[in-house]
C-alpha cells in the first residue's frame, strides 16, 4: 500500500535541524506545554503541587500566560468560564491526590454547562500504580475512577512519547460538541525525567463536526411549516454553537414565540415581538408551552429547571435539536434530530416553508403580562429594584457570573442578558462558589471589558481566598456580594417545607473591610444606590468590591 505525503508540511532545513538537535534541559513537562501550544493554546490556569511541578517549571520556559488561583476548585471555575467566553478549550494543571479531587465540583459545572476544561492531572510515581498500598504522597487506589463519572473522556499517559498523543486526542474531545471537560492524567517520574524527543510542533486535533441527518430536517421542516401554534425554546446549545442570528431567523420565517432557557440567555433578542423571555418557573409560559401543536427544543434537555421542575407535560409533536445524544428524548418523547444546534437551524431555515401568524405576538403579550400580574401581587418591589439597578449599571458587552443565590434566581427568570454569551451561571450542577473565580477566568479572556460576579455572602465564602488572585493580576471585575446573613435560597425552602431552618444562618466578616485588606477597593451600598456604585465600580480598573445588605425574597413557585 503506497500513502501520498505530498500534502503534508514540509520542514525547512533550520526546523529539521531543531528536531534532530533538540534544546537541552527539556523534560515531560516541556512535552505538556509543547503540546498546548502546538493546539493553540495562549492560556493555563491551575495551581502547583509537589507532583506536578515538571509542568510548571516548564511554563518557565513558554509563552503560555498562566493564571494561578489558590484553590483548584476555584482555578477549576475560572478554566470553565474561559472556555465558555471563547469557545477555546481551557487548560487546567493540577496535582496528585487532594489537588486533582478538589476540581472536581468544577469539572462537574464544566460537564453540565458543556464548557471545554481540558484538566491536566499529575500522578505519583509509575513505580506506585496499579493499586497497590506503597504510601506515596497523594497516593489514590484509582486517581481516574474519582472523575470518570464527571468528565467526556480520560486520557492516560505512562511515557513521555505518549504525552502530545494524548493531550491531543483530550483536546479534539473537549471541542466535540457537546464540548466538556476531559482529563490527562501524567505521572511524576514521567513529568519530570528528562528527554530528547523533538520540540512539539503544530498538531491538528480540529473536532469532528456534528451534522442533522437529512431526513430528519425534513420531517421536522415540514411539522413546523404546517403547525398551527409552533414554539419554540431555546437552550444553552444556542448560545455555544453561536447560532442565534440563526435561531431569530428560523422563529422570523415561521411567525413562533420563543421562549429561552436559563442556560440559553441571551440567545434570542429579550424585547423582540415574539420574546417569551425566560419566565419557565411560571405556570402561565407552562400552560402556553403545553398548548404548542409542535415545539421545537434547540439545545436545551429540558432538564428540571427548564421543564418548571417536570411538571412541563408537551400535549403536541416534540422535535428536539441536540448534541448531546445522552439528552435526546431523556424527558419527553420527540422527533430526536442529533447536531450542533447551529447546523441543524441552518438545514432547517433552508427547508421551511414561510409562515404567517399575525396572532403571535399577541398571544405572547398575553402571557407576559399574566406574569407580570402574578409578581406584582406579591409584594416583591425591592428585588426588582435591585435587579434593574444590575441591569442599568452592567455595560451591554459585560459578562456577568452568578453564583447560587436568590438574586441569581431572580436573574434567571427576569434579567435581560442583551447580547448571547454575556451571562453565565452555576445552574448546571449548582454548587456554590462560582461566580467570583469565574469572573476572573473571564477578566484573563479578555481584559479589556469589565466583568461583574454576583454572589450571596454565604456563596462568597467559598471563594475569599481568591481576592489575593484578583489583586495579583489586576483583574477587571467587580464583585457584588448580597449580604443577607445567611444561605437566603436555603432559608426560603426550609422555611416552606419545614416551617423552621437550620444550618443556614451565618457569622460573616465585614466585607468591606476584609476586601480591602487585600488591596481591593470595596464600598456598602444601598439598594437606591446601587446602580451608581456598581456602575462607578465596573467604570474603574482593576478588581472592586460592592456589599449590599439586603434580605431578597424570592417569587412563589408555581410547581407545587
Known amino acids: 500500500m503506497s500513502h501520498d505525503h505530498d500534502d503534508r508540511p514540509q520542514l525547512s532545513a ?115 500504580l496499579g493499586g497497590g498500598r506503597h504510601g506515596y504522597l497523594h497516593e489514590l487506589r484509582d486517581q481516574q475512577a474519582s472523575v470518570r463519572d464527571i468528565v467526556k473522556s480520560v486520557h492516560t499517559v505512562r511515557a513521555a512519547s505518549q504525552i502530545p498523543s494524548a493531550i491531543a486526542a483530550a483536546w479534539e474531545s473537549a471541542l466535540t460538541a457537546p464540548h466538556g471537560p476531559v482529563w490527562v492524567e501524567i505521572p511524576q517520574d514521567v513529568l519530570s525525567a528528562g528527554t530528547a524527543l523533538p520540540v512539539v510542533s503544530a498538531m491538528d486535533a480540529t473536532p469532528r463536526e456534528l451534522y442533522p441527518r437529512p431526513e430528519l430536517t425534513i420531517a421536522a421542516a415540514h411539522l413546523l411549516s404546517n403547525a398551527e401554534r409552533p414554539v419554540i425554546i431555546a437552550g444553552g446549545g444556542v448560545v455555544r454553537s453561536d447560532a442565534s442570528g440563526k435561531l431569530r431567523a428560523l422563529a422570523e420565517r415561521i411567525d413562533a414565540p420563543v421562549v429561552t432557557t436559563f442556560g440559553g440567555k441571551g440567545a434570542f433578542p429579550w424585547e423582540h415581538p415574539l420574546s417569551l423571555r425566560s419566565w419557565l418557573e411560571d405556570r402561565h409560559t407552562t400552560d402556553f408551552l403545553e398548548d404548542a401543536d409542535v415545539l421545537l427544543v434547540v439545545g436545551s434537555g429540558l432538564g428540571e429547571l427548564s421543564s418548571n421542575y417536570h411538571t412541563f407535560r408537551p400535549r403536541g409533536r416534540v422535535i428536539q435539536i441536540e448534541a448531546d445524544a445522552g439528552k435526546l428524548e431523556s424527558n419527553h418523547p420527540a422527533l430526536g434530530i442529533h447536531s450542533d444546534a447551529r447546523e441543524a437551524l441552518a438545514d432547517l431555515l433552508d427547508a421551511v416553508e414561510r409562515r404567517e401568524d399575525a396572532g403571535a405576538a399577541e398571544r405572547v403579550r398575553t402571557v407576559l403580562e399574566k406574569v407580570r400580574v402574578r409578581i406584582e401581587a406579591q409584594d416583591l418591589a425591592l428585588e426588582q429594584q435591585v435587579l434593574a439597578a444590575v441591569r442599568q449599571a452592567l455595560p451591554d458587552g459585560s459578562p456577568s457570573f452568578w453564583d447560587m443565590t436568590i438574586l441569581a434566581y431572580w436573574a434567571w427568570s427576569a434579567f435581560d442578558a442583551r447580547r448571547p454569551n454575556t451571562m453565565h451561571s452555576a445552574q448546571g450542577a449548582g454548587g456554590l462558589g462560582y461566580a467570583f473565580p469565574a469572573a476572573i477566568g473571564a477578566a484573563a479572556a479578555d481584559p479589556t471589558t469589565p466583568v461583574l460576579a454576583v454572589s450571596g455572602d454565604g456563596g462568597a465564602m467559598y471563594s475569599i481566598a481568591e481576592l489575593a488572585t484578583a489583586r495579583q493580576y489586576d483583574a477587571p471585575l467587580t464583585w457584588l456580594i448580597v449580604d443577607d446573613g445567611g444561605y437566603g435560597i436555603l432559608r426560603e425552602y426550609m422555611t416552606d417545607a419545614y416551617g423552621e431552618t437550620a444550618g443556614t444562618e451565618l457569622a460573616r466578616p465585614d466585607f468591606v473591610a476584609l476586601a480591602e485588606s487585600f488591596g481591593v477597593p470595596a464600598v456598602r451600598t444601598t439598594p437606591e444606590s446601587l446602580a451608581a456604585d456598581l456602575g462607578k465600580a465596573l467604570a474603574a480598573p482593576g478588581p472592586s468590591v460592592v456589599v449590599l445588605p439586603a434580605l431578597l425574597r424570592m417569587f412563589e413557585p408555581t410547581h407545587l
Do not use: W
Not at 503560555?64 to 478554566?79: I, M, P, T
Not at 468560564?81 to 472536581?104: C, D, F, Q
Open 14 to 128: 533550520a526546523q529539521a535541524a531543531a528536531v534532530l538537535s533538540p534544546p537541552p534541559g527539556r523534560t515531560g513537562g516541556d512535552l505538556v506545554v509543547e503540546s498546548l501550544q502546538g493546539l493553540g493554546a495562549t492560556t493555563v490556569f491551575g495551581l502547583p503541587g509537589q507532583h506536578a511541578l515538571g509542568m510548571f517549571d516548564a511554563l518557565r520556559r513558554s509563552s503560555l500566560r498562566y493564571v494561578g488561583l489558590r484553590v483548584e476548585n476555584n482555578a477549576g471555575f475560572a478554566a470553565d468560564a474561559y472556555g465558555r467566553i471563547t469557545g477555546e478549550v481551557a487548560p487546567l494543571l493540577l496535582s496528585t491526590g487532594p489537588g486533582a479531587l478538589t476540581s472536581l465540583a468544577a469539572l462537574q459545572e464544566a460537564a453540565a454547562a458543556s464548557a471545554p476544561v481540558l484538566a491536566i492531572s499529575s500522578q505519583v510515581p509509575t513505580a506506585g
